[in-house]
C-alpha cells in the first residue's frame, strides 16, 4: 500500500502494509505491538485501518533493535517511554531519571551483545568442524 498524506498540516502516513516492508516486521507483530500497548500506531482510518507515521516507522525500528538481544516486551515499552520522556521538553522534571534508567539499559544491551557475540563465535566453530569433517 502507498502512503497517504493526512490532514493538510499533519505528517504522511502509511497503512500497516507499507510499514511491514519498510520493517521487515510481519503484520502479525505490528498487530501484537498494537494489542499489548508497546507500540500504537498514531491513527486509524474510518474503517479501524492502522495509520503510521515517519515517528511510528522510527519507533519501530528501535524495537526491532532490541529484539535481537532478547529484551521482554515490558523492558521494551519501559524503554521506549524513558526515550519518549527524554525527548520532551515538557517533561524535563523526569529527563534524569528516565536517563538513569536508559543508561542502565544501554548497559545490559552491551552485555547481551557480548553475548550473542560468544554464541556466534560458537557457531562458527561449529560450522568449521562440522566443514572439516565432512572433507
Do not use: C, N
Not at 74 to 101: F, G, I, N
Not at 113 to 126: N, P, S, T, Y
Amino acid at each position: 500500500m502507498t502512503s497517504e498524506p493526512a490532514a493538510a498540516d499533519g505528517p504522511a502516513v502509511m497503512h500497516i502494509g507499507e510499514v511491514a516492508t519498510r520493517t521487515e516486521l510481519s503484520l502479525r507483530s505490528l498487530r501484537h505491538w498494537d494489542e499489548v500497548g508497546l507500540l500504537r500506531p498514531s491513527g486509524r482510518t474510518d474503517g479501524g485501518f492502522r495509520l503510521y507515521t515517519e515517528s511510528d516507522v522510527e519507533k519501530i525500528l528501535v524495537i526491532r533493535r532490541m529484539k535481537p538481544l532478547g529484551f521482554t516486551l515490558e523492558q521494551m515499552s519501559a524503554a521506549m517511554r524513558d526515550l519518549e520522556t527524554v525527548r520532551d521538553p515538557a517533561a524535563a522534571d523526569r529527563h534524569d531519571v528516565a536517563r538513569e534508567r536508559l543508561v542502565g539499559i544501554l548497559a545490559d544491551a552491551g552485555e547481551r551483545r557480548e553475548k550473542l557475540e560468544r554464541q556466534l563465535g560458537m557457531a562458527d566453530e561449529f560450522i568449521d568442524l562440522l566443514g572439516q569433517q565432512l572433507s
